[in-house]
């Protein structure tokens, strides 16, 4: 399996999620943090540095319930606000 490359969206995206984990986390030690969320300090490490900005669903809850964040205010505070819906374009109808 190939994976396409990352948009610079997303990583920026990764980034944000990344810094607000570490805000998040303030004095707690990475390793505590992790083991609390069942993941490895090496895993939270590379969140929390960008160099892994898609982590799994399950492992950003298992991170937001360690640290006392909800889902809801993880997404508007790393995702960009949703764009105008594209136009819906015209299939040719069959004959």
């Not at 998040?24 to 590379?46: D, F, H, P």
């Not at 960008?50 to 508007?76: H, I, K």
């Amino acid at each position: 399996m190939v994976r396409n490359p990352l948009t610079p969206e997303e990583r920026r995206r990764g980034e944000r999620l990344g810094a607000l984990l570490r805000e998040a986390r303030g004095g707690r030690s990475m390793v505590a943090v992790a083991a609390s969320a069942g993941i490895s300090a090496e895993t939270l490490r590379k969140i929390e540095t960008g160099r892994a900005p898609t982590p799994a669903f399950f492992t950003v809850a298992a991170l937001a319930g360690a640290l006392g964040l909800s889902m809801d205010e993880l997404l508007p505070r790393c995702a960009p606000a949703p764009g105008p819906a594209p136009e819906p374009t015209e299939l040719p109808l069959s004959a």
